[in-house]
């Protein structure tokens, strides 16, 4: 049976994904994580002073002065390696996620590269992935994710 847990949903590449899967693994989880990064920038934000200073900036810059501090500049440095390091994470998911969904209809990850295409490749892609039934059955890619969910094949 293929490992079905969420590490292997998130980050790898092989096998297949059921669109409810897709949805229930990787989108909805994707949102929540981004509010919670969103809470965590700005408790970041709080903790290191960067929202008062930012108000006391906006006054001083009219005075010719700026307010930043080491403080403030190491609560810069700490967002930024935050948003860093997380967009790293939601973008290797978003394309592992990607290419098990294009491998549950039959299809290459290199699909994927349509996303680049301007305007309407990231569309396309949404609605590949995320309403597009796959493959009924096995194949080339591995067992039809709904049969080992114990799911009927959603038409």
Request: charged residues 10%.
């Amino acid at each position: 049976m293929e490992n079905r847990s969420l590490s292997y949903m998130l980050f790898s590449f092989q096998g297949r994904m059921s669109r409810s899967e897709y949805w229930l693994r990787y989108v909805v989880p994707l949102l929540l994580l981004y509010v919670g990064l969103l809470v965590l920038l700005l408790v970041i934000a709080l903790v290191f002073g960067l929202v008062q200073t930012l108000m006391m900036t906006a006054s001083s810059l009219e005075q010719g002065g700026s307010q930043f501090g080491a403080l403030q500049i190491v609560g810069v440095i700490v967002m930024m390696l935050t948003v860093f390091a997380s967009s790293i994470a939601f973008l290797w998911a978003g394309i592992a996620s990607a290419v098990k969904r294009l491998h549950d209809c039959n299809r290459t990850g290199w699909f994927y590269l349509l996303v680049f295409i301007p305007g309407i490749g990231p569309l396309l892609m949404l609605i590949w992935l995320g309403f597009i039934r796959g493959t009924v059955g096995e194949n080339k890619f591995g067992p039809d994710p709904n049969d080992l969910l114990g799911d009927k094949p959603d038409a």
